[in-house]
């Protein structure tokens, strides 16, 4: 038998990695190799407690029995067919997601970003249909996030992402979240669409007040705009609600939703209402070779199935407010936090200087957290997590910001 080769050490992974991937991210200076419930190891078997979960993806904590069955079932049945057919895991997501939403088409992607640009293409040609204009507006929000294709860059208000890339697709204009008047003011016979976060992710963890989203939905009404959420990460139950727009009395016309969707495997929807659904895209007008394939829509089902067998929602709404009224006490303890931010399992800490210096020395403890813009850090853990995990995240953060 021929000897088996050596295997590298982590320094040697990283090395080799960087000399391979295109340096768009500056990553942690570990390597996972496998993960079990809220905790991931790195190929050393150092453990780290999750506050990450791949950026709120992982709701499910990782090694799910019954999610991961799902899958390996579902590979040697069928993983690819092409949505020129129908397939049975595709009727059964779509079916599952409609009952969650209460939206009445459904449209998966690969992406999150490649579900916003549906959503765009939705609106424009919405508003086509109607007055056969080819200018259309949307507005959407400064500090937002959605995605980095050039359709989702364009409506992401954030110039630094931007910039470099002009020009963006156009006619685009940047309100401020939750001033009304801001969205107003910018309001004309042009305008088909208002997209925002129903909590702002990436931005700030800044969640959209009630007065705000009901504002906007009547201007929405009034005007035949179409109100759009960018429930990317703030849904699938972050939140507390499947959705996060379900505790604000509100429906949206268009959402969007990935991440959690399907809990790591690629995979992301736009939807919408019957309405909206009757009067835009067409066959020809829209496609994905990837998207609603069978094993990206087995993954859905399993998590929309573990949601329930495990009560994922019930266990955000009792581990959430333990977390916040932890990350307060924690505020009261350091004058360097200035702010807590966010709702449900979608937390921060805003800091008075950057947090990079905390998280590595996090990391170094064995926590992963991550940041939201350079001041902020962001809490999105698994939605399995318990208050153990919280303590045991606050002892470590605790420390790490003392040092
Ligand atoms: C992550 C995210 C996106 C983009 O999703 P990708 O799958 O990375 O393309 C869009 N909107 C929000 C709110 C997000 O958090």
Redesign the pocket.
């Known amino acids: 038998m021929e000897r088996q080769a050596k295997i590298m050490d982590m320094k040697e992974y990283i090395e080799e990695a960087e000399s391979s991937l295109l340096h768009t991210y500056n990553r942690f200076q570990i390597v996972l190799d496998k993960g079990e419930g809220v905790h991931l190891y790195d190929i050393n078997g150092k453990e780290y407690l999750d506050f990450v979960a791949g ?2 993806v992982f709701a499910l904590g990782y090694g799910n029995k019954a999610y991961n069955d799902a899958l390996k079932a579902q590979i040697d049945k069928l993983i690819h067919t092409s949505n020129y057919y129908y397939n049975v895991p595709a009727v059964e997501a779509a079916k599952k997601l409609k009952a969650a939403s209460g939206m009445d088409r459904v449209f998966f992607t690969n ?4 579900a ?1 640009e549906g959503a765009v293409k939705t609106a424009r040609k919405y508003a086509f249909l109607k007055d056969g204009r080819t200018d259309h507006e949307i507005i959407a929000l400064e500090h937002s ?4 294709t050039m359709g ?1 860059l364009s409506v992401t208000g954030n110039q630094k992402y931007r910039d470099p890339f002009e020009p963006m697709i156009g006619n685009i204009h940047f309100a401020r979240m939750n001033d009304i008047d801001s969205v107003l003011s910018q309001v004309n016979d042009k305008t088909c669409a208002i997209l925002l ?1 129903t909590v702002q ?2 931005g700030g963890l800044t969640p959209a007040t009630k007065e705000f989203l009901a504002a906007i939905r009547k201007v929405c009404d009034e005007k035949d705009i179409l109100m759009m959420l ?1 429930e ?3 849904g699938m139950g972050r939140t507390g609600t499947m959705f996060a727009w379900q505790r604000y009395g509100i429906k949206p016309d268009v959402m ?1 939703s ?2 959690a969707l399907s809990c790591g495997v690629p995979m ?1 929807a736009f939807m919408m209402t019957e309405k909206v659904g009757q009067n835009s895209l067409v066959a020809g007008d829209h496609g994905t070779t990837y998207g609603g394939n069978p094993l990206a829509c087995a993954a859905t089902n399993a998590v929309f199935d573990q949601y329930e067998k495990l009560h994922v929602l019930d266990n955000v709404n009792k581990v959430a407010p333990y977390l916040e009224k932890k990350l307060k006490e924690l505020m009261s303890r350091h004058t360097c936090i200035k702010e807590h931010r966010g709702v449900g399992l979608m937390q921060g800490l805003l800091f008075e200087q950057p947090v990079g210096p905390i998280i590595n020395r996090a990391l170094d403890k064995g926590l992963l957290l991550i940041n939201a813009g350079a001041n902020i850090i962001r809490f999105v853990p698994p939605l399995v997590i318990t208050e153990a995990d919280v303590d045991q995240m606050i002892s470590i953060l605790d420390t790490c910001i003392e040092e």
């Not at 992406?111 to 490649?114: I, L, M, Q």
């Not at 996030?145 to 980095?148: A, I, K, L, N, V």
Request: glycine share 18%.
């Open positions: 950026i709120a992406s999150g970003a490649e916003i996030f959605h995605g980095r989702a976060e992710g990436e960018d990317i990460q703030c969007t990935a991440k992301g």
